[in-house]
């Protein structure tokens, strides 16, 4: 029987090559999106291409029906997933905490945060053997940020993904009995568009000066992260969270 992965926000960047990966490990995989359809269906393609089977399921984490939709749509296509990756995030614009635009925060929480508590809830209910179900793993993907606090930029992001922390740890400990194991993978700056999405390309150069390694990490080097975490080879590792990030 092949093993499941569910990867949110896997239409690009970190999301993207989680998939990949998990489609090279021998994942059958199912990837959500928010809006881009055409990423997603390219991920679709190229793991189709390598020989296994994926699928593309829009919704937006943020929305209480739109992640019971996607887990029963991976019920009928796949069943219980083996590993479930939860990437879905959102930075919001830069700006200082006495700048903050009310909908841009709520937007940020409502996706990071509530999004995270939503798709962790329905993960468990089919992976728990308290639900029937026959263990796995989740991994969670945070942020340096919530250690950095990200100061002028967005604390807001930051504080979000201290709240995905703290989820880890909480959320590990709760089904650890359960068969379920619950880690978090904390990149430092990385080289996706995400910097670019929220107004600042030229952040990647600005900051990896900073970094101890000299340079800006790659979707690939977390994505590669985030599969031995959810791996057997991880089998005694839960409530951890993993920085990912040259030093920084």
């Not at 960047?13 to 090279?24: E, K, S, T, W």
């Not at 984490?61 to 959102?90: S, T």
Request: charged share 20%.
């Amino acid at each position: 029987m092949a093993k499941t992965l569910l990867v949110t926000g896997g239409s690009r960047g970190i999301g993207a090559a989680v998939a990949r990966h998990a489609a090279a490990d021998g994942y059958d995989v199912a990837l959500t999106y928010a809006d881009d359809s055409a990423a997603a269906r390219s991920v679709v393609d190229e793991i189709e291409a390598a020989g296994r089977r994926a699928v593309a399921l829009r919704a937006d984490v943020a929305r209480e029906a739109d992640v019971v939709a996607v887990f029963a749509a991976l019920d009928d296509f796949f069943g219980a997933p083996d590993a479930v990756v939860l990437n879905a995030g959102i930075t919001g614009s830069f700006a200082r905490v006495d700048e903050l635009d009310i909908a841009m925060l709520e937007r940020v929480l409502a996706v990071n945060v509530t999004g995270a508590f939503l798709c962790a809830r329905e993960a468990v209910r089919r992976m728990s053997t308290a639900h029937g179900g026959r263990g796995g793993a989740i991994a969670f993907v945070s942020s340096r940020a919530a250690s950095l606090g990200s100061p002028g930029e967005y604390v807001h992001y930051a504080a979000s993904k201290g709240a995905v922390n703290t989820l880890t740890i909480g959320l590990a400990k709760e089904v650890a009995r359960e068969g379920v194991r619950v880690n978090a993978i904390a990149p430092g700056l990385i080289a996706t568009e995400i910097h670019a999405r929220a107004g600042r390309p030229e952040r990647l150069g600005r900051i990896a000066a900073a970094v101890p390694m000299e340079r800006a990490g790659t979707a690939d080097e977390v994505a590669a992260a985030i599969l031995w975490i959810v791996s057997p080879a991880a089998s005694y590792v839960t409530g951890a969270i993993l920085d990912v990030g040259g030093g920084r």
